[in-house]
């Protein structure tokens, strides 16, 4: 078993990409922040990103965090940044029908790509698009992806797979240009880092309770047909046993040690446990406070 930490620190002087998945509600978005700072007070230079709409890295650290990079005030080496994925999407159809302008496609073909574009996964491919952008580069030291539920999550990974196959078919009919032949390279890239354990670092954020636990199992088995491995699990709102002095708790603490217990025997991966906090994790103070219980 790894050493508490090591999955998420970045070695080897090679950026690390860190992505939170879960099911919708269990903390995603607290435990990328809290992991955020960690990294950045560890010294590391750290952009916490999001294209979750429902994401709420700004009101965890009290201060706006809008569509470009910005520092994380209170907090060195930490930086914020969240992406519009319908504003990213609007970018990305803009920047596809140019290309196919220049390139003299006929209205028959323009109608079917914007036929294509109107597909409910292009604001997905736009927002993993846009993430590319940031993944492929060196500025940072980590990259912490806070995402979207785990079935959003799966489609966005599952999407540049999909995309590099229909490369290679415009490339055998001839219809392939520059722009697709650079982005295909990209892609391949981050796809090539996200299967390399020692550059990325995929995390599933669960309860101690049925539902959570056994829909983030399904998508680790999932993951693992892209040849992507999880490497940590963080069992969120565990109830301090010191507190658990009356019968209604000590029941409540039974029951989630149960599931912790199936939590270690369904995960061959780092597994650590997030103590429930008496306030919500909220503004620097207690983001640090957690990410000392978190990564002790």
């Not at 323009?110 to 997905?124: A, F, I, N, V």
């Not at 000590?250 to 199936?262: F, S």
Request: aromatic share 10%.
């Amino acid at each position: 078993m790894k050493s508490q930490t090591k999955v998420i620190l970045p070695e080897n002087k090679k950026p690390k990409l860190i992505f939170f998945a879960g099911k919708g509600g269990v903390g995603k978005t607290s435990m990328s922040c809290v992991t955020a700072l960690y990294l950045a007070e560890k010294g590391f230079k750290t952009l916490l990103l999001t294209t979750d709409p429902a994401s709420h890295i700004g009101e965890v650290f009290e201060q706006p965090i809008g569509d470009k990079i910005q520092p994380i005030a209170g907090v060195e080496n930490l930086y914020g940044l969240k992406i519009d994925p319908k504003q990213a999407a609007e970018e990305y159809k803009e920047r596809i029908f140019t290309e196919a302008a220049k390139n003299n496609y006929s209205e028959e073909m323009m109608m079917g790509l914007r036929e294509e574009l109107d597909s409910p996964c292009t604001e997905e491919m736009a927002a993993f698009d846009r993430f590319t952008d940031y993944a492929d580069n060196e500025e940072f030291d980590a990259i912490i992806f806070d995402t979207a539920p785990t079935g959003h999550t799966l489609r966005l990974l599952e999407l540049p797979l999909s995309w590099n196959k229909q490369i290679e078919l415009k490339t055998a009919m001839n219809t392939v240009n520059e722009g697709d032949l650079k982005a295909q390279e990209r892609f391949k890239r981050v796809i090539s880092k996200m299967r390399d354990k020692e550059q990325t670092t995929f995390a599933f954020v669960v309860y101690p309770e049925n539902t959570p636990i056994q829909e983030a199992y399904r998508a680790v088995e999932e993951l693992k047909g892209a040849e992507i491995y999880t490497q940590l699990v963080i069992a969120n709102q565990v109830l301090p046993e010191e507190y658990c002095t009356t019968a209604y708790f000590q029941k409540r603490k039974e029951m989630q040690d149960k599931h912790l217990k199936v939590i270690h025997e369904k995960f061959d991966c780092e597994i650590l446990q997030m103590p429930l906090f008496a306030e919500e994790i909220k503004g620097i103070d207690t983001i640090r406070e957690a990410a000392n219980a978190l990564y002790k």
